[in-house]
Structure formats: C-alpha cells, structure tokens
C-alpha cells in the first residue's frame, strides 16, 4: 500500500516533521494557509522577543547563526532562523503554501468496527490496509477547493492561534454598543507594524488580559503614548514573571531543567524507590521555590501595583504559566503610562467599558482582548468525523488524551504536534517528531490501545497533581526529562545522555543532548 504522508502547519513542529519524516523516506505534502513558513512567529508585535535563551530554542542539528549575538533574539530574527532551517534542509519543495486545511475525514472502517479494535489502527501500525484520510484545502487567494489524499497525517496547527477566545458579555453589554474599535490580540498581532503604530498613537487603549501577550501589548502602547495617553490593564489574576529566565543570576534550567531536580518530583509511571524519593525531597523543592518567589519580590515591586500570584511558582511552572516581562514594564508602571485595574468582569458602553465595582466607566478609544484562544476547538473543529471530535475533546475533567503526547488512541493513522507545552516548544516538538519518525519507519511497537489509554491517564493525573486547576494546559515542564526518557527508550537508545554521573544529575538537558536519534537503528 502506498504510505502518503501529509502535514497540516509550517511552523516549527511543521518543519520538524517535515525533516524527520524526509530523513526516513517519506515525501511528504506539507500544507500552509500562509505565504511562508514560522506560523506563530509570521505575527507578532513589533516588540516580541524569544522569552527562552536561544541555546534553549534550538534546532539539535542546526544551531543559531554566529551573527545573532542576542540572548533573547527578537521575533524577526527568530523567523529569519526558521527560514534558514526549511532552506538548509531542503524543506520548502514539499510545502504547499496559501492552501487552508478546511478539514480531515478519515475513509476506511466504520467507526462500529474502530470500536472493536484492540490495537491502533487495527494493527497497532502507522499504516493499514483499508484507511485514507481525505484532506479538504481551500487556496487562501481564489478560493477555490481540492481534496488531497493520504494514508497519514500530521496535525501542526499549535493551539496558541486560530480561534480567539472572546469573553462573554452581559446582555446590551457587549462590543457592539462600545463606539470605539475592539480587537483581539490574534488580529493586533498580525497587523503590519507601522499600521499597529498608526492604530494605537494619541488612543486610549485598554487591554484586557494578564498573560504574556496582555503585558508585551500594553508596554508597547506605554512606550507610543506615554502618560499622556496611559494603558490600562484589566485582569482578574495576576502571574509569575521574570525579569530574565534566571533565579539569583543562575539560569532556570539548573533549578528545574536537570536529573536532580525531576528526582524532586512525583513523575508518572515511577517506581516506588523514585516516588519515595521524591517524597523526601519535596521540602527541598518547596524552600528553592520559595527562594525564587522571594528573588521576584525582592527584585521587582509585585505587591505595590498588586501583581503577586496567588498561587506559587510551583503551580506556575508545573501549568507552564510563567514568562519573560516585557522591557521596561515595571517603569512604565511607576511613570503612569500603564495603570493596573482588577476585576473579575465587565462590560462595554458607549463610552468605554463598565468595570466591575467602579461607578464611572472607564473611556477609552480602543480595547484590546488579550484573552487567549480554544486551542481545542481548533483542533476539535477540522475533524469531519463527529466521533472523532468527541474524541479529541475527551471529558471536562482531562486534558487531551494523547499517548506519548503525540497519537489518539483511538484516531487511526493520525498525530498531533506541538500541543502539548513544555519551558522549551520547539526542543520537546523535535523530540516528538523523532519517536514519530521512527514510529512511521515500523521501529516502534504500540501497546494495545486499552493499555495505551491506561497511560495516558496516568499522565494525566500528575498534570492535576502538580498545575491544578490548569492541567487542561498538558504541560510536561515538571518531568520533561522523564518524558524524553519514554520517547529515548521507545526508540531504542540511550535515555542517559551525559557524560559522567555528576553531568548527568546536575547539567540541565537540552536540544543537542538528543542530536541524531532519528538515525538510530
């Protein structure tokens, strides 16, 4: 049978599978709705900086250009890079640009018959006999429609953009009756840069929002207007965020990227011997904790403008919620050119907006909704199969069930990137794309389907163990050694990657510790 292979997405998780899946023989077909490749990085404000040290944002085979001296390159530059990434490996003759996924229908068994299945796909292969998937494009600039076939896909498509996420408003309270603009941070971001000027120059902005692009939108409204025009920030709940991702001038990674410091932490699947050390440890892992939240407390003034969490840094990094502030922030916070309001609702009027607990609206020209997106109906809504959107969704009370972070147990002859977070996406979106290349290549054995949905339970309770009302979040930042371990020994490699027992507890992992493992075997 023919072993087509499509991938829906061109950003950095696109790229990986488009190499890896090359590397074993593959030619596959990779479909992006826009003109070029780097997905989220194509649409960003002009101030965005990579929030990681680019040793830590990476390819493991392809490191940054000698010019980029910056720790922190900006969003140009980190696009720059992933275009020199396609073009050194070849990558831009299998992608199909301005073609826009519509979506997937799988073609094949009865979905009576998948019910009955022990292993994945029938066969617990990346390929069976009977299945296709019909994947519908529509070209982004005549319209017009096509339906493309493959015996695999790839879903790349990040849940970061897409869908917004907008807030819902109290009936006459809606955007509609505000006489300014409202925009969402999705369709700010993708402005031109000198038009995004132009839009938010001598306005009064609001910002609704506390995350990371809520902050970098409202300093760079600070640094254009002033305390002439000031920004206001609306947010129910502040976060944990770092001037630099380093605790006393030693880098993150040394107190959560390394052996030692997973040793701390209850992990999925772990023996007795590791969960009671784990146990003994944890008050070591709650006093470095503690020290890195007193370190921002110190260094920063979160209780004067009342930006301290309420929860801890623990729970941050553990729902991977913490983030690199803006330049500046907090000067322009003490100049008047960004006020803070907390409230946990409002509304629009005429004038502006009606915040809870304030007699008098607050005017303003335009507001913007730094409010997140639905990652998951994203992904729910490009399955034609209803079946299989119920699946993707799962239960309110889990995260998306995915086994190793990458397959549905129960969705044939399909895998999704790049969804599950981690300190590092692109780092853990390359690991990922290994173990899957070689699952495609027939050097990786499935468990049978109830086994495989036994695990990812499991792993689904230590997200809730350790990020709480955020696990939905499937961030693995707490074990994501432990993880790479699973996807090292599925492989068939080494998992130890160091050289010497003191290396190996102590210096943090990253991307080049795992060069070349999609030539294994």
């Known amino acids: 049978m023919e072993r087509r292979v499509a991938i829906i997405g061109a950003g950095t998780s696109g790229l990986l599978a488009c190499k890896y899946t090359l590397e074993k023989g593959f030619n596959p077909v990779v479909f992006e709705a826009e003109e070029g490749v ?69 073609v094949g068994e009865s979905s009576e018959e998948m019910e009955t299945w022990e292993l994945w796909g029938g066969n617990g292969k990346p390929f069976s006999s009977k299945g296709t998937w019909h994947i519908t494009v529509q070209h982004t600039k005549n319209f017009s429609r096509k339906v493309y076939e493959a015996e695999f896909v790839i879903l790349c498509i990040g849940k970061y953009s897409g869908v917004p996420n907008i807030p819902l408003f109290p009936p006459g309270q809606g955007p509609e009756v505000f006489k300014g603009k ?72 040394y107190f959560y990227a390394n052996r030692f410091a997973e040793l701390l932490v209850h992990k999925p699947g772990e023996s007795f011997l590791l969960s009671l050390v784990a146990t003994l440890l944890s008050p070591l892992r709650w006093g470095v904790a503690k020290v890195a939240e007193s370190y921002l407390r110190w260094r920063l003034p979160m209780k004067k403008y009342g930006l301290v969490p309420s929860y801890s840094i623990l729970q941050g990094i553990s729902s991977c919620r913490i983030g690199v502030l803006a330049e500046n922030f907090y000067d322009k916070l003490k100049e008047g050119s960004i006020l803070i309001k907390k409230s946990q609702s409002f509304g629009f009027c005429k004038e502006g907006l009606l915040i809870n607990g304030e007699a008098k609206p607050l005017e303003t020209d335009i507001v913007i909704l730094a409010t997140g997106y639905k990652g998951d109906e994203k ?143």
Not at 76 to 83: D, G, K, T
Not at 247 to 252: E, F, Q, R, T, V
Not at 465 to 480: D, Q, R, V
């Open 38 to 106: 780097g997905g989220l990085w194509r649409q960003t404000i002009e101030s965005t900086k990579l929030q990681n040290k680019k040793l830590t944002y990476q390819f493991s085979d392809f490191p940054w250009h000698s010019s980029v001296k910056e720790e922190n390159p900006s969003s140009q530059q980190v696009l720059h890079y992933l275009n020199s990434f396609a073009q050194h490996f070849s990558l831009f003759s299998y992608i199909r640009f301005n073609l826009k996924v519509i979506d997937v229908e799988y």
């Open 379 to 521: 992904l729910q809504s490009i399955f034609k199969s209803h079946v299989f959107q119920k699946y993707i969704i799962g239960s309110k009370s889990s995260s998306l069930p995915l086994y190793r972070q990458i397959i549905h147990p129960r969705i044939p002859q399909l895998a999704i990137i790049g969804y599950a977070e981690s300190l590092s996406n692109l780092y853990s979106s390359e690991m990922r794309c290994q173990w899957l290349a070689h699952f495609l290549d027939g050097n990786i054995e499935l468990p049978t389907i109830t086994e495989m949905e036994k695990d990812v339970k499991v792993w689904d309770d230590n997200m809730k163990l350790h990020a709480g009302e955020y696990y939905w979040k499937s961030c693995i930042a707490n074990c994501g050694i432990w993880y790479n371990d699973q996807l090292c020994k599925d492989i068939g490699c080494n998992h130890k990657r160091k050289k010497g027992l003191f290396a190996e507890l102590f210096e943090p992992y990253g991307p080049k510790d795992y060069v070349g493992l999609s030539h294994k075997r």
């Open 182 to 253: 409202v925009l969402h941070s999705m369709d700010y971001s993708a402005l031109d840069n000198k038009i995004a000027a132009e839009l938010i120059k001598d306005k009064r902005v609001a910002v609704i929002g506390s995350q990371k692009s809520a902050i970098d939108i409202a300093t760079e409204c600070a640094h254009a207007n002033g305390v002439k025009y000031p920004c206001t920030m609306i947010q129910r709940s502040a976060h944990w965020f770092f001037p630099e991702l380093n605790i006393l001038g030693i880098d993150i990674e």
